[in-house]
């Protein structure tokens, strides 16, 4: 288990949009936490590689300066901040490219950035800037659910872990545990068994799913403890094994359920970096609570 260490600074997509300012309360309430500094970062688009130069440098000083005002915006929503967040203007391709490239720059802890908004109230629906930072950050992504903008987010108190025996699941649990001892939340480990009818063809029989099942339900509940022991002990950890469709089952958690969800990202693919599988990326797209996905180690 890693010990616990600095964090670096939150950095927050805004855009100016409802989805921007769900992830200008998340992001605050992450830094809040963590006991360190947010950077609030408006990117807009840099200089065309190809065009006709004249036209291309009024355009991206007129966005510029909406960049500027979109900024003035975050300054205002959020009161009082001052002291402990940055303000960035970023010129780059791309949004993801830009938060990305500030997140290496800045040693950033975790990225924030919003949900689409067309998404359902309290469901996360990964948007392109989300996707594309899903696809190769090397810097923690933090998705916020469409309207957390109008939750309670003062504190960090209860944060999930999807668990399961994997190195991927590892390095989500390392986080995990930095996260709880540097807020004092507690954490809730969560292993998903499929259930009885969902493992074995129907011709297999009643008694031989439930004995298949049954014997899965004790090697996931050895791994969970396993892992349990593995926690410091000044942290609160549980673990939970529940039966279901492991992205049905942890999207239905609910904010009564936890702060934040923590989870690994696929196991191949670059090093260092986030690289969704089948879990992580529908359940960015489907949860009910904040998402947090964490890259692969080297």
Not at 11 to 25: E, F, H, K, M, R
Not at 33 to 55: E, K, Q, S
Not at 110 to 134: I, W, Y
Not at 211 to 231: C, F, I, K, N, S
């Amino acid at each position: 288990m890693a010990d616990a260490a600095t964090f670096g600074p939150v950095v927050i997509g805004y855009d100016g949009t409802p989805s921007g300012q769900d992830a200008l309360a998340l992001g605050g309430s992450f830094a809040r936490a963590l006991g360190v500094n947010a950077i609030v970062a408006v990117v807009h688009p840099g200089p065309a590689p190809i065009g006709i130069a004249r036209v291309d440098a009024e355009w991206v000083a007129d966005r510029h300066r909406l960049a500027e005002e979109i900024l003035d915006e975050a300054r205002q929503a959020s009161p009082g901040a001052d002291d402990t967040a940055g303000y960035r203007i970023v010129a780059s391709p791309s949004a993801a490219h830009g938060l990305h490239d500030l997140a290496e720059e800045t040693g950033a802890s975790l990225v924030v950035v919003g949900s689409r908004s067309t998404g359902p109230e309290e469901r996360l629906f990964a948007g392109s800037t989300a996707d594309r930072l899903l696809s190769g950050s090397s810097c923690p992504v933090a998705i916020a659910p469409v309207g957390a903008r109008n939750r309670q987010l003062d504190k960090l108190d209860r944060i999930g872990v999807a668990y399961i025996d994997t190195p991927e699941a590892h390095h989500a649990l390392d986080l995990a545990v930095r996260m709880a001892q540097a807020s004092g939340a507690s954490l809730r480990l969560l292993t998903v068994v499929p259930g009885e009818a969902e493992v074995m063809p129907l011709f297999v029989g009643a008694e031989s799913e439930r004995t298949y099942v049954q014997a899965a339900r004790e090697t996931y509940r050895t791994a969970l403890d396993h892992a349990l022991a593995g926690v410091p002990p000044q942290v609160r950890a549980t673990g939970e094994v529940l039966t279901g469709e492991a992205v049905e089952t942890l999207a239905e958690l609910g904010p009564d359920e936890g702060d934040a969800l923590v989870c690994g990202s696929r196991g191949y693919g670059p090093a260092l970096r986030v690289l969704l599988g089948g879990v992580s990326s529908r359940l960015v797209r489907r949860a009910r609570v904040p998402v947090v996905v964490v890259p692969r180690a080297s």
